[in-house]
Protein backbone atom coordinates (compact mmCIF):
# COMPACT_ATOMS: atom_id res chain seq x y z
CA UNK A 1 0.00 0.00 0.00
CA UNK A 2 1.16 3.41 -0.86
CA UNK A 3 2.23 5.77 1.77
CA UNK A 4 -0.49 8.73 0.33
CA UNK A 5 -3.27 5.83 1.08
CA UNK A 6 -2.03 4.85 4.49
CA UNK A 7 -2.26 8.74 4.79
CA UNK A 8 -5.77 9.29 3.58
CA UNK A 9 -7.12 6.61 5.16
CA UNK A 10 -5.76 7.42 8.74
CA UNK A 11 -6.71 11.04 8.60
CA UNK A 12 -10.05 9.95 7.01
CA UNK A 13 -10.57 7.31 10.47
CA UNK A 14 -9.68 10.17 12.22
CA UNK A 15 -12.41 12.49 11.17
CA UNK A 16 -14.51 9.59 11.67
CA UNK A 17 -13.85 8.92 15.26
CA UNK A 18 -13.95 12.75 16.43
CA UNK A 19 -17.04 13.32 14.50
CA UNK A 20 -18.89 10.46 16.39
CA UNK A 21 -17.12 11.21 19.57
CA UNK A 22 -17.05 15.24 20.70
CA UNK A 23 -20.01 17.15 21.61
CA UNK A 24 -19.75 20.55 20.14
CA UNK A 25 -18.39 21.39 17.13
CA UNK A 26 -15.51 23.60 18.52
CA UNK A 27 -14.33 20.44 19.80
CA UNK A 28 -14.93 18.29 16.40
CA UNK A 29 -12.62 21.11 14.51
CA UNK A 30 -9.74 21.04 17.44
CA UNK A 31 -9.34 17.21 17.11
CA UNK A 32 -9.24 17.96 13.91
CA UNK A 33 -6.52 20.07 13.03
CA UNK A 34 -4.15 18.68 15.68
CA UNK A 35 -4.55 15.37 13.76
CA UNK A 36 -4.10 16.66 10.28
CA UNK A 37 -1.07 18.74 12.11
CA UNK A 38 0.93 15.47 13.39
CA UNK A 39 -0.63 13.61 9.97
CA UNK A 40 1.41 16.56 8.24
CA UNK A 41 4.68 16.49 10.35
CA UNK A 42 4.78 12.40 10.35
CA UNK A 43 4.17 11.95 6.60
CA UNK A 44 6.25 14.80 5.25
CA UNK A 45 8.74 13.06 4.05
CA UNK A 46 6.67 10.53 2.04
CA UNK A 47 4.14 12.24 0.23
CA UNK A 48 4.87 14.68 -2.98
CA UNK A 49 5.45 18.42 -2.93
CA UNK A 50 1.86 18.51 -4.83
CA UNK A 51 -0.08 16.27 -2.01
CA UNK A 52 2.14 18.58 0.76
CA UNK A 53 0.59 21.86 -0.92
CA UNK A 54 -3.03 20.43 -0.65
CA UNK A 55 -2.62 19.26 3.12
CA UNK A 56 -1.06 22.72 3.72
CA UNK A 57 -4.46 24.46 2.21
CA UNK A 58 -6.11 22.21 4.65
CA UNK A 59 -4.31 23.34 7.01
CA UNK A 60 -4.81 26.61 6.78
CA UNK A 61 -8.42 26.15 6.37
CA UNK A 62 -8.61 24.64 9.74
CA UNK A 63 -6.70 26.95 11.05
CA UNK A 64 -8.83 29.89 10.01
CA UNK A 65 -11.90 28.21 11.50
CA UNK A 66 -9.66 27.44 14.48
CA UNK A 67 -9.03 31.14 14.86
CA UNK A 68 -12.44 32.16 14.53
CA UNK A 69 -13.61 29.64 17.87
CA UNK A 70 -11.04 30.72 19.71
CA UNK A 71 -11.69 34.37 19.23
CA UNK A 72 -15.37 33.38 19.78
CA UNK A 73 -14.40 32.21 22.98
CA UNK A 74 -12.58 35.46 23.87
CA UNK A 75 -15.56 37.44 22.80
CA UNK A 76 -18.10 35.20 24.57
CA UNK A 77 -15.23 35.67 27.92
CA UNK A 78 -15.53 39.40 27.76
CA UNK A 79 -19.24 39.89 26.94
Request: charged content about 15%.
Given at each position: ?38 L ?24 G ?15
Amino acid sequence: MKKINLMVITISLWAILTALLSPSIDLYITLLLIGTLILFEIGDFFISKNNKDSLKIIVYILAGIFATVVLNKIYTIIK
